[in-house]
């Protein structure tokens, strides 16, 4: 099903020897599925207006530091389309001769070109966004195609059914669905299990600070239905480091004003003495704050990876650490709590 590639090119990456001695591997649900517990995902710093060398490198870094799962969507870049483009041309450049060694995924759902069919969940829309992500990345399948969001408009089961369809045209190996809620989530996998469609993956957002998979339910009801999880951003989009404990960097996102989520106006007094707070609590676990964030997360089996982005390959190699440390004591969940819900 896949390209075939040529081997040996003697400018393509040599993967390290011992990638998989050291990286966490967790089962999907009930699926045959493994994940890395650790994923690399291309929302940012993956567009034109990146460098290629850069890209190349986390890439290229990930890989050697076990992480074998690389996470996309269509819109991805800026602008959108170009950080599929940019990955299908790593793939092709430096690990086209580990294809199937590597788990790549992408969605569609999110506004991608103009007219009534560029977003949402309509069968026009899922089955002609998989054909261009495919073409920009140069691939004949993937390894995981998402519905990207819920569509209000849309019935469940029509987006549902292209889901399979992308299964049975030999498009896509599993497929998933994410920001979906409990009630939502049940009803597409009403739909897939008759069908018996391989749905397999959820990825809602969720860390210390974002909760919301525990409160609605959604948490529970993945693992009781036999699905995995994986989080997106773990780290808050960069809140749950230590990136803006002195200030705000102008080189970073909320510096340079790119974030649509973390702004400015966000890290207040009161948010960046909580931060204080769990970044002491880290050190005392001999952790930075990203790695027991990630920690954390990962902490109960219960998600089985957490989507990571990186500028630097230096934060891959801080974040995959978090493998080392993942068990929290009693007093420590505690700690960490009361620092989420200070209110002095």
């Known amino acids: ?17 011992s990638r998989y ?24 710093n993956f567009g034109d207006v990146d460098t290629m060398a850069n890209m190349k490198s986390l890439v290229t870094k990930a890989f050697d530091l076990g992480i074998t799962h690389f996470d996309l969507a269509n819109n991805y870049g800026p602008p959108p ?55 920009r990345m140069g691939l004949e399948y993937v390894d995981i195609f998402y519905h990207h969001r819920p569509d209000s408009d849309t019935p469940i089961e029509e987006s549902m059914l292209a889901l399979d369809s992308a299964v049975r045209q030999g498009k896509a190996l599993y497929v998933g669905i994410s920001n979906y809620n409990r009630e939502q989530t049940k009803e597409a996998y009403s739909i897939l299990k008759e069908l018996r469609t391989p749905f397999v993956i959820h990825q809602p957002s969720y860390s210390i600070l974002n909760r919301w998979i525990e409160k609605d339910g959604l948490k529970d009801y993945a693992e009781e239905i036999g699905i995995g999880l994986i989080a997106f951003s773990p780290l808050a989009q960069g809140m749950l480091t230590n990136r803006y404990l002195e200030g705000v960097p102008e080189d970073s996102r ?5 974030s649509p989520f973390l702004t400015r106006s966000k890290i207040t007094e ?21 790695q027991m964030s990630l920690s954390w997360v990962l902490r109960e089996g219960k998600v089985a990876s957490v989507l990571i982005g990186a ?28 620092a989420v819900n200070m209110t002095d």
């Not at 099903?1 to 390290?16: L, P």
């Open 81 to 135: 389309g170009s950080a599929e483009k940019n990955f299908g041309r790593i793939l092709k450049e430096e690990l086209s001769s580990y294809r199937d060694e590597l788990i790549i995924s992408t969605k569609a759902g999110y506004d991608m070109w103009e007219g009534p069919y560029g977003d949402f969940g309509s069968r026009k829309h899922l089955l002609s966004s998989l054909d261009q992500s495919l073409s």
């Open 311 to 338: 500028s630097k390959t230096t934060q891959i190699e801080d974040n995959v650490s978090c493998i080392k440390h993942l068990d929290f004591t009693k007093d420590e969940l505690k700690a960490i709590d009361d």
């Open 1 to 17: 099903m896949c390209r075939k590639y040529e081997k040996g090119d003697e400018n393509m990456h040599t993967a390290n020897a």
């Open 254 to 258: 909320v510096g340079r004003g790119v």
């Open 270 to 290: 009161q948010q960046m003495k909580m931060v204080t707070r769990l970044n002491d609590l880290a050190a005392s676990r001999g952790q930075t704050l990203a």
């Open 21 to 44: 001695e050291t990286m966490k591997y967790n089962r999907l649900g009930k699926s045959g599925l493994k994940l890395p517990a650790v994923s690399l995902g291309l929302w940012h």
